[in-house]
């Protein structure tokens, strides 16, 4: 299995472009996510989905919009991006089990790192 | 909001030297703890996690974490670090009653680094 995989794992973008990351996991799970990784700062939630088309906000969401196309996929879009939104984005993803389930443990993608001059 | 501090930010310690890294959270209900670890290059990876039960778990690479709720803690050791174990190190906390996903709270992680 392939786990979760991001696409592209390296972009630069001007400012004011727009982009796509994508994601997509093959472990049947639930719920996935969107981080965004800066120094210091450790991971920040962006957007999250608990299942099939819902989304919620994050702690970060701002600048940024996701679809749920479907259980496997988990898309971020930058509509304007902005020099701010340079970052390492991670996507993950679980299986929820309960409140004591081993399940719920995120499996994280490789990363893709940004950068908007 | 919950919170998660991680005091070291960068560590420094010889092969053989024993590794204690700080976690302190905020929540004061029920929580579920993680240590995730990053290698140079790579994705996070679970290092060991406390859901319930024995308060000092054992996770892979001879790391152990132990919890303990009066301190609000879950610091992560290792008697004797290796080389290899160079990385960042992130705590993570959830409580598992806030809904239906698993929404990690992160602490700003502490980079280790081992010296020959």
């Known amino acids: 299995n392939a786990g979760v995989t991001q696409t592209p794992k390296f972009q630069v973008l001007k400012t004011g472009q727009s982009m796509t990351l994508q994601c997509a996991q093959d472990?049947?799970?639930?719920?996935m996510y969107w981080y965004r990784q800066d120094p210091g700062m450790g991971l920040r939630l962006i957007y999250y989905?608990?299942?099939?088309?819902?989304?919620d906000k994050g702690e970060v969401p701002n600048g940024y919009n996701v679809s749920r196309l479907n259980k496997r996929e988990f898309s971020l879009r930058l509509e304007s991006a902005a020099p701010s939104q340079t970052s390492v984005y991670f996507c993950?993803?679980?299986?929820?089990?309960?409140?004591?389930?081993?399940?719920?443990?995120?499996?994280f993608g490789a990363g893709s790192r940004l950068t908007v001059l | 909001a919950q919170s998660v501090s991680q005091h070291n930010h960068h560590v420094i310690l010889s092969e053989a030297a024993s590794l204690e890294l700080g976690c302190n959270y905020s929540?004061?209900?029920?929580?579920?703890l993680f240590w995730y670890v990053q290698y140079p290059g790579q994705h996070l990876q679970l290092l060991l996690k406390?859901?319930?039960?024995?308060?000092l778990v054992k996770g892979i690479k001879g790391f152990e974490a132990e919890f303990i709720k009066s301190k609000f803690s879950f610091n992560l050791r290792k008697p004797s670090v290796q080389w290899s174990d160079t990385a960042e190190y992130f705590c993570?906390?959830?409580?598992?009653?806030?809904?239906?996903?698993?929404?990690?709270?992160f602490g700003t992680g502490t980079r280790l680094q081992v010296t020959l």
């Open positions: 472990m049947n799970h639930n719920s």
């Open positions: 929540y004061g209900g029920t929580v579920n």
């Open positions: 989905s608990a299942s099939e088309g819902t989304t």
């Open positions: 993570a906390v959830n409580s598992p009653y806030t809904g239906t996903a698993s929404k990690l709270t």
């Open positions: 993950a993803s679980t299986l929820e089990g309960g409140y004591s389930s081993g399940a719920n443990v995120l499996t």
């Open positions: 406390y859901f319930s039960g024995d308060p």
